[in-house]
């Protein structure tokens, strides 16, 4: 399997200096594609031939033997499935709504044109609408360091694609998130440019007057070299607009103030952002609180004002004639579009102009906003249960973007321990993509975020970390109910300083019970993981007063672990000052020992 690492950058320079060629390349990202498919089928909807690949390939090769200058020569990419590519069929995600177009796409004319080599279509949530991925008849693609959880969307395949090794690049769309959400979860770049800055004929309209065709890569030097490409004004494009690149400082960041940092439970969301901050912070931004109450009222226009009704339009010859053929969540926001109204849509406009005018005075006393891409990630067998609240969520911090046309750059920014990944957003006012696409060189340069989790041709289970701290330590009576598990020791460690441990009275074998307090100290704990079935069985045996609760431990982070309920320490020994269970045991062992 690929490493997942592959560069447009290096390819180029290798097919331009002669040390490969197109077409040896293009090999291999067949093979890479090939191989995958047995572990996730649903990232395309169409892969070209074979011959048809190689012969694009071939050409590329031909112009770089008649000495043309090709910034682009031989990459492989791959396009989500709602852009045209000549000759091939889009289907937006909707084996009903198929037409095999004439012309590609402007983009994609123009990275063919800069040597590029185009693979197949991806996958998608149905008509662009969903930020999770799984809303497609052709699969739902998974998070690739973690199968059980989404891979974001609607660009599910693109990022797929991309985190997984078999394409250089990959194009996804943007008009809520959809092209930020799964590079946060599968720890890529993911660049939103400013609405017009890159053509969208060719594109099958989500919002017409919101989309935007976003890259997916591993770094920002390949993020640059795209849009170095793409960018530019189309006369046939009614939305595209003249580049007029700002220069901008950035250096005054805006953060949500503490009380609107939304991450619903997702403690390790919270940690990574908190991190970020820091980072930012050690290089000299200054970080200024802001109050997110506009942004978020701008966010709640997409789904809940006029513009659903936007997306009703791009789609409503195929829900007039054959509603069954959309995906029934799709086609339940679709059907609410119809009931808005003329006077919904000035209403809508006038409150988002008003909205428009707090953001631009924003700006006044910032440079860039710095969010966390999302508030945290959902299983597949979680957003299925609750398509839309859980859909909804994953939106927070990246609906009102384009609404108030902004420029967006997702970076990766950690991982959870279960694989998935964390990312923050730098979003700031339109047409300032180049000085953003510096901010985050900066930032990445200073974070050195991890690097991703190794590819697997295995299905990885969801996995959960537990801290014990008494009797199921090693070597302790109980530690055969982890073992017999298959329980895995990640870590030994101490918690936070925010505990008591006591020696709970008359328990067989004898156990401690761990209490959060202000005047605590560390205790000593080992950390284990378990796949979420052992896990749950792990729990069934656990006996009052004892419970498992969520216990932090001294690098901050958040595990699943022993807690008490307060009977647990009536007649009980406070043991704190040992600093462990462990250190207890020690001491009954030896002689004079109590």
């Known amino acids: ?30 093979a890479r594609i090939e191989a995958y498919a047995a572990i996730q089928p649903a990232v395309w909807i169409t892969r070209l031939a074979e011959q048809d690949v190689l012969a694009r390939a071939a050409a590329v090769d031909a112009r770089i033997a008649a000495g043309e200058t090709l910034p682009l020569a031989g990459v492989p990419f791959a396009i989500k499935d709602n852009i045209d590519l000549a000759g091939v069929p889009t289907t937006a995600a909707c084996p009903d709504f198929a037409y095999r177009p004439a012309a590609s796409a402007e983009v994609v004319a123009r990275l063919i044109a800069a040597g590029a080599v185009p693979v197949g279509k991806t996958n998608l949530d149905q008509f662009a609408t969903g930020l999770n991925g799984t809303r497609s008849p052709y699969g739902a693609p998974a998070c690739v360091f973690n199968r059980a959880y989404v891979s974001g969307g609607s660009s599910s395949g693109s990022a797929v694609a991309v985190a997984a090794g078999l394409v250089a690049f990959a194009l996804g769309t943007d008009t809520a998130g959809s092209g930020r959400v799964p590079a946060a979860f599968n720890g890529l770049v993911g660049m939103k440019p400013t609405k017009g800055r890159w053509s969208t004929t060719g594109l099958v309209p989500a919002c017409r007057t919101l989309d935007c065709v976003t890259v997916l890569t591993h770094d920002i030097a390949d993020a640059r070299a795209v849009d170095a490409v793409v960018a530019g004004f189309d006369a046939a494009d009614a939305y595209s607009r003249p580049v007029a690149d700002r220069p901008v400082a950035l250096r ?54 006029p513009w659903v009704a936007e997306r009703t339009a791009a789609a409503r010859p195929l829900l007039d004639d054959r509603p069954e053929a959309i995906d029934p969540t799709v086609r339940a926001i679709l059907e609410h579009g119809r009931t808005v109204s003329g006077v919904d849509v000035f209403e809508g406009q006038y409150r988002l102009a008003e909205l428009q005018r707090h953001a631009d005075a924003m700006w006044q006393d910032i440079d860039l906003l710095a969010l966390p891409t999302t508030p945290t990630i959902y299983r597949i067998a979680e957003m299925r249960a609750a398509p839309i609240a859980l859909n909804s969520n994953l939106g927070l911090y990246t609906n009102f973007v384009n609404l108030l046309d902004m420029a967006a750059l997702a970076l990766p920014a950690g991982w959870r321990d279960n694989r998935t990944g964390f990312g923050i957003t730098l979003i700031a006012a339109a047409w300032t993509d180049r000085a953003l696409l510096d901010a985050g060189d900066a930032y990445l340069a200073a974070a050195a975020p991890p690097p991703s989790p190794p590819l697997t041709t295995e299905d990885p289970m969801d996995i959960v970390k537990l801290a014990v701290v008494g009797a199921h330590l090693d070597g302790m009576p109980l530690h055969w109910q982890l073992t017999s598990r298959n329980a895995r020791l990640v870590a030994a460690t101490t918690t936070a300083p925010t505990y008591r441990l006591y020696a709970m009275a008359n ?40 419970a498992i609760g969520s216990v932090t431990l001294v690098d901050g982070s958040t595990v699943k672990g022993f807690v008490a309920e307060p009977r647990a320490i009536e007649g009980a020994e406070d043991i704190t000052a040992l600093g462990g269970w462990r250190a207890y045991i020690d001491g009954l062992a030896r002689p004079g020992g109590s």
């Open 1 to 30: 399997m690929s490493d997942g690492r592959i560069r447009a950058g290096a390819i180029a320079a290798a097919v331009t200096a002669g040390e490969t060629n197109a077409v040896s390349v293009a090999r291999d990202a067949l």
């Open 252 to 305: 005054r960041i805006g953060v949500p103030r503490p009380d609107q940092r939304l991450f619903l439970g997702d403690a390790a969301s919270e940690r990574l952002y908190d991190q970020a901050l820091a980072t930012l912070a050690a290089s000299g931004a200054e970080l200024v609180e802001i109050d997110m109450a506009p942004l978020r009222e701008a966010a709640m226009l997409l789904y809940g004002g």
């Open 507 to 546: 328990s067989t074998p004898p156990k401690p019970a761990l209490v959060h307090a202000a005047d605590g100290a560390a205790i000593a704990v080992e950390v284990y993981e378990l796949d979420v079935a052992a896990f749950g069985s792990f729990v069934v045996e656990v006996p009052a007063p004892l």
